[in-house]
Structures are given as C-alpha cells and as structure tokens.
C-alpha cells in the first residue's frame, strides 16, 4: 500500500494525494467525495440551480483534497491562488462564490462529526480575491445607450426575430429577461402586461403597453408557434421557446443575446439586465419620480411610507410615465 502511494499515486498526483490514498485504505479518514450526496439532499431547501453550482464548486475542492487531511488555511490560500491563475484563472467573485460553498460543507462535516465542531473553518476569502468597494472596482451591470438598444434590435432583426421581439418588449417596459418569456396569452390585456412570475413580490406588477409596442405585441398574439412535445400553441406570449431543466424558458435566448452583444463589441457587464437599467436611467432623465419607476419595472419602494402602505400608482399614471420613454430612430419601433 505504502508503495503504491510512493511509487504510483505521488509522482502522477502529488504528496498530498498520496497521503489521502493511505489515510483512506487504512481506514482513517472518510473519502469526501462519499459525503457530496449526503450534504447536497440537506441543501435541497435551495433552488436547484444554486444545489448544483455549489455541487460543482465543492467537489473542485474535493478533487485537490480527497480528505479532510491536509485541509487548513495555509493549504486552501495556496489551491485558491492557484485557481486564480493558469491558463483559465478564476475571477475574484467566482473565488469568493467557492469559499462561501466550501464553508457550507465544512459546516456540515462539523455538524456530522466529520471535524471537530469547535475548529475554525479553514475557508477564508483570500486577500487577493477582496473587491475594494471604495476605489470603485467592483463590477456591476451597466445600462447600454439607447442609441446601443436600437443597433442591438436591428441586428437580431437580421436573422432572429424572437430576439429582436424580446430586446424590444425589454426596452419599453424595463422587465427582467425572464419575467418577459414567462408571459402567458393570459397576462395580456389590451394595453396592458401582466407579470405574475417575477423574483420578488414587488416584481409582480401590471405594466402598461407603451404605444411602440402594440404593434408587436399583437403580432406575436396571432403567430403561435406549436409545443414540440404535444403540438399544441404554448400559451406563452413568446412562443416557441424551451425550458432548461431549472424550469426557465430565458436560457437558450438569452444565451443568443450573449453572442449577440458579444459580435457587436459589447463588454462583459454589458447584458440583457444592462436594458433594464437602460429603461430606469431614461425614467428618471424624463423626471419620472423614484416611487413610479419602482412600480413599473418592479423594484421595492424607495420610502418606508409607499412601501408599506401604498397599493402602487395607477395604470393611467404609469402609462403617462412609460411613454417618455424614447429611442433614437433606427428602427420601425423607435419613436423619437
């Protein structure tokens, strides 16, 4: 056994992986791939896509630690680091994602009796993968120019119709790229979007039609496209798209949105969510007060006596409001 480690496991894996290789044959210390399923059906209270992600994240660190031998702080710096760098380096948040997993399992090894309850956790955010939010580097989303929506929904006009369809409905309405797909036939009215599937309960919200959309969305009310599995219309507004396995329609389009913006030069925090911000900044360059900004693309009231007591302005005061919104001209549905 001892051999094997040294003259096999060592020289192709490393001191640490060998050690691990004997402390496991003896008996010593529980291989902690074995406790993955066992920590994840305790997480099962999270979205699924979250379970995974996490799964993805511990088990990376599971593979340079077989065993809870040899994991310390000095140890997992060292990993981290080198997670930072190479050929494919980690950003900073991605770090800081993996540390906050990682102290998820170790709190569930010290539950369990896998480690000592009263020892410190040896995952620790690095120095190196802190974000300074006072010199201004953290990344956040930024709003494209306006100018930059209508080249955006001229291109996908090209060749991708259900793209274009899906910039310009988030361009006048200021709705996250999911609350957009998941519109039945049901949640449209005549001159007005329904949202009922939102993250927050702020979120769910009714949202007038601004005039530059009427024409779209009544076409897309006429052009079903049939479900691929029982051939009958969707009911969905936007039609014809695909549900990933986290019950999402967004991904597949929004993904063509990526490769979209990324072909026209757009950077990384330049996303679909940029048109979001694009919507508010253009509300509030309009003079639009924050409470009715709020209510339309479904924020949290600003002010703790709208928030707690308001039932939110009126469909003709936020119609008043969601007209300001304009876009140069470039496109049929730009109004200036």
């Given amino acids: 056994m001892l051999e094997h480690a040294e003259e096999v496991v060592e020289p192709s894996k490393g001191l640490a992986a060998a050690r691990a290789f004997v402390s496991i044959a003896i008996g010593q210390y529980r291989p902690l791939s074995q406790i993955i399923p066992e920590w994840k059906a305790s997480q099962q209270h999270l979205a699924a896509k979250t379970v995974d992600q996490m799964v993805k994240d511990v088990g990376r660190m599971v593979q340079q630690f077989p065993t809870i031998e040899g994991i310390n702080r000095k140890s997992v710096r060292e990993w981290l680091d080198g997670l930072s760098k190479g050929d494919k380096p980690l950003s900073p948040s991605s770090i800081t994602r993996i540390v906050g997993f990682c102290r998820n399992f170790w709190r569930y090894l010290q539950e369990t009796q896998e480690v000592p309850e009263d020892e410190d956790t040896p995952f620790v955010v690095p120095s190196f993968a802190k974000v300074s939010k006072r010199n201004g580097t953290k990344k956040g ?48 009215g005549a001159d007005y979007l ?143």
């Fill in 141 to 188: 989303w930024i709003p494209f120019h306006p100018s930059d929506v209508v080249r955006l929904h001229a291109e996908a006009t090209k060749n991708d119709q259900p793209l274009a369809d899906l910039i310009l409905l988030g361009a006048y309405t200021g709705a996250r790229i999911e609350e957009l797909c998941s519109l039945k036939l049901a949640d449209v």
């Fill in 194 to 336: 329904r949202i009922t599937d939102a993250k927050t309960e702020a979120g769910n919200r009714t949202v007038p039609i601004h005039s530059a959309l009427v024409e779209t969305v009544e076409r897309l009310k006429k052009t079903r496209k049939a479900n691929p599995e029982t051939g009958s219309d969707d009911g969905y507004l936007l039609s014809g798209l695909t549900f990933n396995k986290y019950g999402d329609r967004s991904n597949a389009i929004g993904k063509r949105f990526g490769r979209l913006k990324d072909e026209l030069g757009y950077g990384e925090q330049q996303v679909f969510h940029s048109i979001r911000k694009t919507v508010v900044t253009m509300l509030e360059n309009a003079g639009v007060s924050e409470n009715l900004t709020a209510d339309i693309v479904g924020h949290d009231k600003p002010r703790i006596t709208y928030g707690l007591y308001s039932g939110g302005a009126s469909l003709e005061v936020m119609r008043e409001a969601i007209e300001r919104i304009r876009y140069p001209l470039g496109t049929s549905n730009a109004t200036s």
